[in-house]
């Protein structure tokens, strides 16, 4: 008996070791095969002349003082980026965390907005209003976007959002008899906060600050239209090098360069969320928020609306605006022509070619981010499943410049020669699309009660049955955010995509960025138009987002 019992708990095992494998098998092949094997041969072809790796190549780029230059402006401008963030967001998380007031839930929706705009609408709505010819340029005769200023507001509006739903969604959940319990033994409201709240918010504070570290460090597409010849990111100059100067050497340290500073940050950010996920005792949402009271609080709920309105709401109908200065729809009606210029097809076409790639890219990044969450789920993983874990974060913060210039020169032999396939694109866009399915659907996951599972493989369901009826109607919701979610970053991806679309196939960041390179009025509204459509879509596709978010209270992306 004991020794059939041991047969029964090895083949058990091993049926788990090889469910574990089967469902792991295919992330790893599709990341080792569209995200490493492309980075890898771009940095190569650069730090490798005659089949001999020259890593002195590193110390001779980092000697040069423009070189240093850009790397001291990513990191100052990604510091004080962040540093503004939380100024301005964070009496915005506490009032949507504390307060209840009319209009929450729509407010809390348009705030999210700017976060799931392409970089580049972002660019064009604030060249808009800070550029030549732009609203404070009509008004007081005051340009921006040839300063540094352009460029952190816009990084201040894209990343308000993610404070507000990471702190936010943590305040909300702080007990306040806490907090109170301090002021009724003689702390005043300050200490009170200082002493009790803060340590508490410390790691989510933490989390949020990396987070738009992260996005402000490896900023592209803002820089690029704002910042001009004067001001380079790291992103940036990686693009300059790679397509306008061909110096794959210096483009490839580069690459290196962020890669270990990505890699850091992310370690950071993992330590860090994983200390808010155990030292916290929260309290429902839902019995935390109040009305307003006294002048004070009024007060900071109309500077926050003030805040919302100015910062984020006005760029973008000022983008609206424009797009609307000539008569009769003239740059929407200008969108149907061909130009017999950089596009080969008219420019409205970028729209029917952005929704087929992103449905694509969500459809690839959903099955390939699915299967990696189930695997990490599982009790039995092992080191190898939870290492890829932390890889799966790389490409947000990796060059996409670099992954779309390393498919160009990695895919171009069979089995994989791809560089005249439609499928690129979805693919290089489904890669930024699978963290954020992960991120979705891993806690859905890990909150499955495993006794369900056990009870249902007891009973002879197979491993897809399992799935099927116990945690498919479980994580459903989940997993239509998760897609919700990889639809938008998709639509709005521009880094690899400039690279690698094609003349007569162009996306709608794309045409944009094409549209802003070229002088003349025409030129310029087009852009404005096909910016607010390209605004329209993902803020449709956010609120179908938000209406399957209504019952999800942990305020978090």
Known sequence: ??????????????????????????????????????????????????????????????????????????????????????????????????????????????????????????????????????????????????????????????????????????????????????????????????????????????????????????????????????????????????????????????????????????????????????????????????????????????????????????????????SLDSPGFGYYRALTREDGGIFLVPPIEAIGNSLEYAVAATVIAVVIGGLAAVALTRRDAGRFVRGFDALLMLPLGVSAVTVGFGFLIALDEPPLDLRSSWILVPLAQALVGVPFVVRSMLPVLRAVDVRLREAASVLGASPWRVWREVDLPMVRRALLIAAGFAFAVSLGEFGATVFIARPDNPTLPVAVARLLGRPGDLNYGQAMALSTILMVVCAVALLVLERLRTADRTGEF
């Open 1 to 322: 008996m004991d020794l059939t019992r041991t047969e029964v708990a090895v083949r058990k095992d091993r049926r788990g070791s090889a469910a574990r494998l089967g469902l792991i098998a295919l992330p790893v092949a599709f990341f080792a095969a569209f995200f490493a094997y492309p980075v890898a041969a771009i940095v190569a072809r650069g730090l490798k002349v005659d089949g001999v790796w020259r890593f002195g190549r590193i110390g001779e780029v980092l000697a040069q003082s423009d070189v240093r230059h850009v790397l001291w402006f990513t990191t100052w401008q990604a510091l004080v980026s962040t540093a503004l963030t939380l100024l301005i967001a964070l009496p915005g998380a506490y009032v949507f965390a504390r307060f209840d007031f009319r209009g929450k839930q729509v407010l809390r929706a348009a705030v999210t907005v700017p976060f799931v705009l392409p970089t580049v609408v972002v660019g064009t709505a604030f060249l808009a209003l800070v550029g030549r010819g732009g609203l404070l340029d009509e008004l007081w005769g005051v340009r921006l976007d040839t300063t540094v200023w352009a460029i952190l507001l816009a990084h201040v509006f894209f990343n308000y959002a993610v404070v507000v739903r990471t702190v936010g969604g943590l305040w909300a959940q702080l007990d306040p008899r806490q907090e109170e319990a301090a002021r009724m033994l003689g702390a005043s409201p300050w200490k009170a906060w200082r002493q009790v709240t803060l340590p508490a918010l410390g790691p989510a504070v933490a989390a949020a600050a990396l987070m738009v570290f992260l996005f402000t460090f490896t900023s592209f597409g803002v820089v690029q239209i704002l910042g001009g010849p004067t001001f380079s990111t790291l992103e940036v100059e990686i693009y300059r090098q790679t397509s306008e100067i061909f110096d794959l050497s210096t483009a490839a340290v580069l690459t290196l360069i962020q890669f270990v500073a990505v890699g850091a940050i992310l370690a950071l950010h993992a330590w860090t969320v994983r200390r808010r996920e155990t030292a916290l005792r929260l309290v429902d949402a839902s019995v935390t928020a109040r009305r307003p009271r006294g002048a004070g609080q009024w007060a900071l709920l109309g500077g926050v609306l003030v805040t919302v309105v100015v910062l984020l709401m006005l760029p973008l109908a000022v983008l609206v605006q424009r």
